[in-house]
């Protein structure tokens, strides 16, 4: 849906359920002062608590998105020190490898 259809297919009438919600936020992220022209038209048709509602919406999102965004971090942390220790074993192992060779070939 493109920013324009979704303006003119806003219920002004009634509060944003969290689809509407989300796509506000979702055109925020392209058109930066978005959100702020929808609060405007709630507003202006009588749904005044509009930001309380939408603040609610985006508290939850900015939850949501610091918890992922922890998770990967975590996970990415647990990936490098795999890497790390996979990374040292090979190279040990190499090292003995290369160290038997040159035990048998000088003995």
Known sequence: MNLDKFLQELDLKNPPDERTCKQI????????GIAEKVMRMYEEAGLWYIRTLYGVYLEDQQAKERKT????????????KKRKEYKE???????????NRRTQNGS
């Open 25 to 32: 936020y979702g055109f925020e992220i392209g058109n930066p």
């Open 69 to 80: 965004a922890l998770e990967v971090s975590e996970w990415y942390h647990e990936e490098m």
């Open 89 to 99: 074993h090979f190279i040990k192992e190499k090292m003995e490898e290369l160290i």
